[in-house]
């Protein structure tokens, strides 16, 4: 009931601050054909999604890389359109339905994913930051410390884990615990994982970036803290059908110590939610069309 209040006054508040006609207006003058490879280089993220996910599963995946992305398209699908993160329920559903593995191995390592995801956007969101605050070079400096951060906690996972085991009652202690307990058993392994994330955020980032100045003329910085402000709302424990309203406060957020004006940013950041939601939903027509079990062509 709150996701649907949140996207019904989002609604109304766009058709009283700028108007729905004008928002949707830029579209109209848009080349179909830049949509269409921005969708293109959206499905490739997609697809390092997957490899991500088969490749750390690869003795129980192998030969079955359409059932993994299928997957991976479901489970995308769900994340973007449902509220209130109930999305993330279909990864173990879906695991133990297609591939017989169980939500106690399952979680652990979705969860080790989403902390791959928020270290690599952190490492982009210091980088874009700090070129803007302090130069491109300290920016560089501080987000490769940044980076190294991860690594350093594989090294000292097994310190960490023996640390936090009297606390795993507490929410977070129990899913940090179980992130670290789902680390990768060999360096290899660790890196190629982490290679894979690195991989998609660069594409998806670089991409959504390209999109939002289809519809925006600001500053490389503000484009691309934007664009990561408005995916980082996905964390948040309450927000609208689809994301609806607190993508776009998010991206507004970023948008508006940048001197952009608040009309001009609410204006972009619906537009590059649409185009969010429009790349989901044609990932997610395909799922009729990928196996879902052994055998099936």
Request: net charge neutral; proline share 6%.
């Amino acid at each position: 009931m709150i996701s649907f209040a949140i996207f019904g006054t989002f609604l109304v508040f766009v058709e009283l601050a700028h108007g729905w006609s004008r928002v949707l207006s830029p579209w109209v003058e848009l080349s179909w054909g830049l949509v269409i490879v921005a969708i293109l280089l959206t499905g490739l993220t997609y697809g390092l999604r997957t490899l991500r996910l088969y490749d750390y599963y690869r003795p129980v995946m192998r030969g079955r890389f359409g059932a993994c992305l299928r997957l991976t398209l479901i489970h995308n699908l769900l994340n973007n359109l449902l509220p209130m993160r109930t999305g993330e329920l279909s990864f173990p559903l879906l695991m133990a339905r297609d591939f017989q593995v169980p939500p106690l191995n399952s979680v652990p390592v979705l969860l080790w994913f989403r902390l791959m995801d928020l270290h690599t956007l952190g490492f982009f969101a210091l980088l874009a930051l700090g070129s803007h605050v302090l130069g491109p070079v300290p920016a560089l400096m501080l987000s490769l410390m940044w980076l190294a951060t991860l690594p350093l906690i594989r090294r000292v996972a097994p310190f960490l884990m023996t640390r936090i085991e009297p606390w795993e009652d507490h929410y977070l202690a129990s899913r940090v615990l179980r992130a670290l307990e789902a680390l990768p058993e060999s360096p290899r392994a660790f890196w190629r994982a982490w290679g894979w994330t690195m991989g998609n955020w660069v594409v998806k980032l670089a991409v959504f970036v390209w999109v939002l100045s289809l519809f925006l003329e600001a500053s490389a910085p503000a484009l691309w803290l934007a664009v990561i402000a408005g995916d980082l709302t996905s964390v948040l424990p309450v927000h609208g059908v689809g994301g609806a309203g607190t993508y776009e406060a998010g991206v507004m957020a970023a948008l508006l110590p940048f001197d952009v004006s608040a009309q001009d940013a609410l204006a972009a950041a619906v537009n590059l939610h649409l185009f969010l939601l429009g790349s989901t939903l044609v990932a997610g027509a395909l799922v009729p069309w990928l196996p879902a079990t052994r055998g099936e062509t």
